[in-house]
């Protein structure tokens, strides 16, 4: 599986970004796909999964009512539409796929088989 993440940029607090994260090799639609951030000195944190027919999402506490995860299982693509933006949510982002997907893993980073490059966002105060 190949990840290939897009659509990070510098924006206002308050604005909104949409991420997208295009996908090859393995058949798209059979794993779960989610999104993790990183800022320098922690630990990368999951952001929002969503499983492989897309109709489960899942949300980190901090995003939910704001980011907005879908997926186009027939153009191989996860998007994550970010709204209200803040400044702690200035991070690299990664799209990771998880092939084993059980209840509960799709928030464990250790649970991913595969990452994409990660793409900068940055929110200005």
């Not at 799209?95 to 250790?110: F, T, W």
Request: charge should be neutral.
């Amino acid at each position: 599986v190949q990840l290939q993440a897009s659509g990070g940029g510098l924006v206002q607090a308050g604005e909104s970004l949409r991420l997208s994260c295009a996908a090859s090799g393995r058949t798209f639609g059979s794993y779960t796909t989610g999104w993790f951030r990183e800022v320098p000195g922690k630990e990368r944190e999951f952001v929002a999964a969503i499983s492989f027919s897309g109709k489960t999402t899942y949300y980190a506490d901090s995003v939910k009512g704001r980011f907005t995860i879908s997926r186009d299982n027939a153009k191989s693509i996860v998007n994550l539409q970010m709204n209200n933006l803040k400044p702690e949510d200035t991070a690299v982002y990664y799209c990771g796929a998880d092939l084993h997907g059980y209840a509960g893993s799709e928030r464990l980073i250790r649970e991913y088989d595969f990452w994409g490059q990660g793409t900068q966002v940055t929110v200005s105060s």
